[in-house]
Structures are given as C-alpha cells and as structure tokens.
C-alpha cells in the first residue's frame, strides 16, 4: 500500500462506512524506523486488521493475538527486543497466508522485500541430520542470520517447518531474539521473526473436537483453552526442534497463535475467495460440490477439514 494513497483511501473509507472514524488517519505509522533501511511505504495495522477481518476465515484468535503482538510492537518506538510469533496448527489452516499478509503490510514489496528472508531448513539444510549438530551451529545458519540482519536491524524472518529444525539450529538463532542491545554490531530489537510450524497441530485439532463435544463452540475457544495442549506437544516434546532449545527456558516467544481446524463453511468460503481471485464465476453448485470433495474428520462425525483449504485452488479446476 502507497503511504500517500492511505490517508486518502481511510478518509474515503470514513465516508462511505460511518463504522471507520477519521481518528484511524492518526494510524498512520510513522516510518517505523529511523535506519536508512527503513522500508518505503510505512505500514497500517489498520489495513492488516482489515484484511484479516475479509479474508482470514474462521480464525479468531489469530486475529486477536497477530494484532496484538503487531500493534505493541510498532507503537513502541525502543522494543526491547524482536517480535516473536509462533505459529502452530494442522496443514491448509492458514499459517503461511496470514505471514505472507503480514508481511505485505510491514514491507512494500511483501516477499520479494530485500528486508524479508524465509529460511526454510528443508531448502537451506536438507541433510542438517547428517552433519554433527555443534558443527552446523556456528557456521551456515549463523551466517546467513548474520548475513541478513547486518544490511538492516528492521528485517522480518520467515522460519518454516521449525519442528523439523535441529534443536542445535535453533540454538543459533536465539541471540538475536533475545534483548540483547547489539549483536555482531547490528541492532536487532526492531525485527520480526515468525516461526511456522505443523507441531501442536493434531493436540489443537484433539482440544477444538473434545470442547466442540462439551458444547464449546470454536469461536469461544480462547488461547488458554490450546496452551497446555500446545506446550506439552512443542515444547516439552524431546521429537520437536524446539525441545532442548533455549528458545523456551529464556521465555524468547512473545506470541503463541494456534490455527483452528476448519469447518465445512470455512471451505466453503475459501472456495468463493479462490472462484473470486481466479475470475470464475461464483456458482452455488461448485462451492458445494468442491467442500463436499474434501476429506473431513472424524471419520462418524466429518466436522473439520483434514487439509483445511489447502487443495481448494487445486480441486476447483475438476468442476469447470
Ligand atoms: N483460514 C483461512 N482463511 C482463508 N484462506 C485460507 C485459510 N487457510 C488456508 N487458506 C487458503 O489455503 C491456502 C493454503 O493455506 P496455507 O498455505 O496458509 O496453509 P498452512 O497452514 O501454511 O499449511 P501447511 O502447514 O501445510 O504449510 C492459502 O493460500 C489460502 O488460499
């Protein structure tokens, strides 16, 4: 979004729906940083609280709690240390589209940004298992960390599959989270890392089931619901990447946001999204016949979507 098209889209906004105040223009972020990194295009909470309230489907509390880690961060001026977010939920639930949103918002250029780097330990590391772990720790990862953060203290970092992450890769990551002033002479108090990760997903899928049979629907569930279940599955796992990392003992997470499974009407609604965005024709028949199609558990009760939306863009060009 152009800085110099927002105020004028908000007062346009304000106009026409009488919900959205002229007192959002005072919104607008100031260039979040005063670095020369700064990225152009300063950013809008306003405008990311927008576009999850359109588009994210049946995810509430991620909502809450991205907007709440998001907002903290970029009115406080002098963070003490980096935004860390953790994000923990099955597959197709939406982990990657709400960072890639977030990221657009923060950054001009969304993920091509020259201040946005997505490791992934699948891509960077594919043999990491092989390679003694205390060897890799100092070396390849911290480099590339180091690398990335010295061109600019304001950058955001994208770690996919962090389950599958070496608790010794891990390790090497956690200066920078921490609140240390200065790490290898960069700054880097003012940077975003989000953490993706499947981990957590079936105990976050076991809890929604369990409170759904106590008559608890799932937008009632709130984070204190899915902590335990989230905690003993992720960070006290010897499986999971983060066990045995300092990434928990030194408290470095500011936000656990869990991603709730899905329910037929939120396919249903990504299926209206995906007809939207690929200019087809938005018909009743498909909509039904394509969230029929996917596979729903458990098996008697067929409540929730086993791959959330993630085949609904693949599975559309069946019906056309
Ligand atoms: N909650 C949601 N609201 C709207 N669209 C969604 C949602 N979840 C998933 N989608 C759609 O499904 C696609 C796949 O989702 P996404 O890649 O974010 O899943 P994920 O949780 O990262 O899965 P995985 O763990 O397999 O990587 C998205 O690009 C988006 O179009």
């Not at 576009?51 to 709690?65: C, E, F, H, Y």
């Not at 911290?142 to 010794?168: V, Y």
């Not at 045995?244 to 470095?252: A, D």
């Amino acid at each position: 979004m152009q800085d110099h098209h927002l105020s004028d889209q908000l007062a346009i906004l304000s106009l026409i729906h009488p919900r959205i105040p002229l007192a959002l223009l005072s919104l607008r972020a100031h260039c979040w940083l005063t670095d020369s990194c700064c990225p152009p295009g300063p950013p809008s909470p306003f405008w990311l609280e927008f576009d999850l309230a359109t588009n994210l489907v049946g995810q509430p509390l991620v909502r809450q709690q991205v907007m709440k880690g998001l907002r903290g961060f970029l009115e406080n001026a002098n963070p003490v240390k980096p935004l860390v977010m953790s994000f923990h939920g099955s597959t197709g639930t939406g982990k990657t589209y709400v960072s890639s949103m977030l990221i657009r918002y923060l950054f001009q250029s969304g993920l091509q940004s020259p201040y946005v780097h997505h490791f992934s330990p699948i891509v960077h590391f594919p043999h990491a298992e092989h390679i003694e772990q205390y060897k890799v720790r100092d070396t390849a990862q911290q480099r590339w960390i180091q690398g990335n953060l010295t061109s600019c203290g304001r950058s955001a970092f994208l770690f996919d599959e962090m389950d599958k992450m070496h608790p010794g890769l891990i390790d090497v990551i956690i200066p920078f989270l921490g609140p240390s002033w200065v790490v290898y002479g960069t700054n880097y108090r003012k940077a975003i890392f989000i953490f993706i990760s499947n981990a957590g997903g079936e105990q976050i899928n076991n809890v929604t089931l369990a409170l759904w049979h106590a008559r608890k629907d799932r937008e009632e569930i709130s984070l204190q619901d899915l902590e335990p279940a989230i905690s003993k599955a992720v960070f006290e796992n010897p499986e999971s990447g983060f066990w045995n990392s300092g990434i928990i003992n030194e408290h470095l997470i500011d936000f656990v946001v869990p991603f709730l499974p899905l329910k037929h009407h939120h396919v249903k609604q990504c299926v209206v999204s995906e007809l939207i965005q690929q200019g087809l024709e938005v018909r009743p028949d498909v909509i039904q016949e394509v969230a029929d199609s996917i596979p729903y558990f458990p098996e008697e009760e067929k409540l929730f979507s086993s791959t959330g939306c993630k085949t609904v863009a693949s599975r559309i060009s069946f019906f056309f």
